[in-house]
């Protein structure tokens, strides 16, 4: 499966589109802690919604952790590994 388009460029649109709504103008780099720049938990869960559609699949549960949802960078990583083939062991 592609996911196709710039992971971190539809992601960094997802997060300043948040912002947005809330009224926050910051500035997002990719290794901003998007605690920081003020995503509340209920943002982040509007957040992984956001990135479930965009990107078109679910996130397994057990990789909706306060770590994959840090920055730009660890969800990049988070979205990108879910359209990796695994390697045969």
Same mark, same amino acid.
């Given at each position: 499966m /592609?996911? %196709?388009g710039d992971v971190? %460029?539809?992601l960094t649109a997802l997060v300043k589109s948040i912002l947005?709504?809330?009224a926050i103008a910051a500035d997002v780099g990719p290794t901003t802690l998007l605690v920081d720049v003020g995503l509340t938990s209920m943002d982040m869960v509007n957040l992984m919604l956001?990135?479930?559609a965009e990107f078109d699949f679910t996130?397994?549960?057990? /990789?909706?952790t306060p770590e994959n949802f840090q920055s730009l960078e660890?969800?990049?990583r988070?979205?990108?590994s879910q359209f990796t083939p695994a390697s045969a062991a």
């Open positions: /592609q996911i %196709g971190q %460029g539809r947005k709504q809330n956001a990135v479930e996130i397994p549960q057990n /990789q909706i660890t969800l990049t988070l979205v990108s």
